[in-house]
């Protein structure tokens, strides 16, 4: 019989749940053996929904600490990730750790110094990487569909629900998560990255809190309708959240960007967290084409450039509504790379480049000014040549 792989989690929210639940239907041999949260009942329904005898750890310490790990799962808030996952991989504990990679330049570098000095298994959770729609945008455009890439624009536009989930917990404070951008964004700015096929050489952004708002409080209890509550539906049942027009939420509840990449692509991103129209959307410009793409539709349309030219339905045939069908995948190729069958299919690297990119946009909003990406990626690469020269 096959040795089973153990698998330690922090942080007992809804995404670890989700992924546990996809990779426990394919009937995989990993084992949830521990886990850790500040939320003691949130331990206990872990342990009795995926093993009984897991551990029940009163501190990441504990959790690491036991010698049974071969991998943890790191699901904390994102200003914990760099102690977590740095004091894992330490501890010889192969990781996966949820997006974004960390909250400062910093924090990243510090996690790749690590990632690269322990030699351990690394993986970060862009969701889309894993998505039947992206994979099939990605194949499209590095097969030359549409010729190279001249421009796109891409969007997050969330239901007031989710904005709601955002402005009321852990992710409303920038000092937690790192801000918006970051937070919930990382994952767009991943597939971008990837498409485009290099770095952001300067990018412009705009962004503010102008519907999270003390004078649009009124929302909270008049949009409640048939006994559902508005801007609550994310909850879960033991949660008591501040109303998100009034948590004093330190996150912005829309932004727009300009990125203009290191081979001339210049591309255009708009998040907002309370849109009637619900979009995660991808409209891709190419010297032979176009691609447009709506991931919470399902839908890929693509159009070559000419005469007598149709419209070509691409849409992947296994969407689902949750991350355009990523989260599935990602469960069954994380517990093929536990399981040490294939290696990971986002890097520590991955997820330097695609925070230092919205760290960029964040500081061009903060300051008003165009932002220069180049010293961002020269602090990347001289700990690049450090490592290299140990």
Known sequence: ?????????AGCGTRPEMILADMQTLGSQIELSAVFDTHAPSMEHYAEKFNPDARICTSFEDLIGGGELDWVMIATPNSFHVAHVCAALNAGIHVFSEKPLAISVDECLDILRTVRETSREFCIGYTLRYSPHYRKIGKLVAGGAIGDIISLEANET?????????????????????????????????????????????????GGKNFFVQHNGHLF?????????????????????????????????????????????????????????????????????????????????????????????????????????????????????????????????DGVVSA??????????????????????EKLERETRRVRAH
Request: with cysteine.
């Open 356 to 377: 230092f990119t919205a760290f960029g946009m964040d500081e061009s909003r903060k300051t008003g000014k165009i932002g220069d990406m180049a010293p961002y990626w």
């Open 158 to 206: 969330l239901d007031f629900n989710h904005g709601g989930h955002i402005h009321s917990g852990w992710r409303a404070f920038e000092e937690n998560s790192g801000g918006h951008m970051l937070e919930k964004c990382s994952h767009d700015l991943d597939m971008i990255n990837q498409f485009v096929g290099c770095r952001a050489a300067r990018v412009v952004s705009f």
């Open 221 to 349: 209890d008049d949009l409640s309708t048939g006994g559902r509550k508005a801007f609550r539906t994310f909850w879960r049942p033991h949660e008591n959240r501040a109303n998100p027009f009034l948590s004093g939420s330190t996150v912005v509840d829309n932004q727009v960007a300009l990125i203009e990449y290191e081979n001339g692509v210049r591309a255009t991103f708009h998040t907002n967290c309370v849109a009637g129209l619900h979009e995660r959307r991808m409209y891709i410009l190419g010297t032979k084409g176009a691609i447009r793409a709506d991931a919470v539709a399902g839908t890929i349309e693509m159009k070559k450039i000419g005469f007598g030219e149709r419209i070509v339905d691409e849409s992947a045939n296994d969407v689902e509504a949750v991350h355009a069908g990523g989260d599935r995948v990602l469960a069954e190729e994380f517990s093929q790379v536990m399981l040490g069958r294939m290696k990971p299919t986002t890097t520590v690297e």
């Open 1 to 9: 019989m096959a040795k089973r792989v153990t698998l330690g989690l």
